[in-house]
């Protein structure tokens, strides 16, 4: 089993950073599909809404809560432009992201660099930024990720039906291309037969030391501005066939999302 990686998840970020060519493959006539898998999941992205679809909307400010069982909590504004895949986020509490620093800190990628600012002067020390890394294209990801499954150098692989609370799910394994047999990243979605929609997929993140051991994100989605955004996530570890431990659940909100909201490159320069 091969498992998610933030270098595959960086690289891919910045590979497809000031361009347009994911939304342009997606234009494509997509009748030709590697196998049953992708079809599925071609469908799903239909439902929920393609890149295209995304792109259009040009940019999106939320918030953004993340609460783990300890009732530690990071609380802050996120803003992202699609072409180039510009981020950053303001963070007003950030109990588990840098908490050595006291006040309001910001994280930005402008297409070129990362930065970390806190209480409005930029932070040089290299110690800091690794978690900046992390951040920025992981938030990006998670909230672009269901039009992303039709980017360019994915693999699909369908991997049967299994019924969990009387839903029937369709099981796809999605796996990114990769060079010298490298760890790539890896979800295994439960795709809803009769919504479409991925009600929940496993995921590993080697980087915290979860390698072997999945978690589970059980979604929620709301329909915003025609696109049905996964605004509410949960999340623990879980077994390959999505049996989920005793340990408590981490709650993920996105709230007060706006898209189209008129920002530049500017807005996200240190």
């Not at 960086?10 to 361009?19: D, I, Y």
């Not at 009732?71 to 109990?95: P, Q």
């Not at 980017?151 to 991997?159: A, F, N, S, V």
């Not at 915003?224 to 659940?249: C, E, F, M, Q």
Request: charged share 25%; net charge negative.
């Amino acid at each position: 089993m091969k498992i998610i990686t933030f270098t595959t998840i960086l690289s891919l970020f910045l590979l497809s950073c000031g361009s347009n060519e994911n939304a342009k493959t997606q234009e494509q006539p997509t009748k030709d599909f590697q196998n049953k898998g992708h079809e599925i999941v071609h469908n799903m992205v239909q439902k929920v809404g393609n890149y295209n679809t995304l792109h259009k909307k040009k940019d999106v400010v939320y918030t953004y809560t993340y609460q783990t069982p300890d009732g530690k909590k990071d609380i802050s504004t996120e803003k992202y432009m699609f072409n180039g895949e510009l981020s950053s986020g303001t963070y007003h509490t950030h109990e588990r992201t840098l908490p050595e620093l006291e006040g309001e800190i910001e994280q930005g990628y402008d297409g070129k660099e990362f930065w970390l600012k806190h209480n409005d002067t930029i932070v040089t020390d290299d110690k800091l930024m690794p978690k900046v890394k992390f951040n920025r294209p992981t938030n990006f990801y998670w909230f672009a990720m269901m039009p992303k499954l039709l980017d360019d150098g994915l693999k699909y692989e369908y991997i049967g039906e299994q019924t969990i609370n009387s839903n029937t799910y369709d099981i796809v394994k999605v796996s990114f291309e990769t060079k010298n047999d490298k760890p790539t990243d890896i979800y295994q979605l439960f795709i809803n037969k009769k919504t479409l929609l991925v009600d929940q997929f496993l995921f590993t993140v080697a980087d915290f030391g979860v390698i072997e051991t999945p978690f589970l994100m059980v979604l929620e989605y709301e329909t915003i501005d025609g696109l049905l955004i996964p605004t509410h996530r949960k999340y623990k570890k879980s077994t390959w066939k999505a049996d989920v431990s005793n340990d408590p659940w981490i709650n993920v909100t996105w709230t007060d999302i706006k898209f189209n909201t008129g920002l530049t490159k500017e807005d996200f320069k240190k």
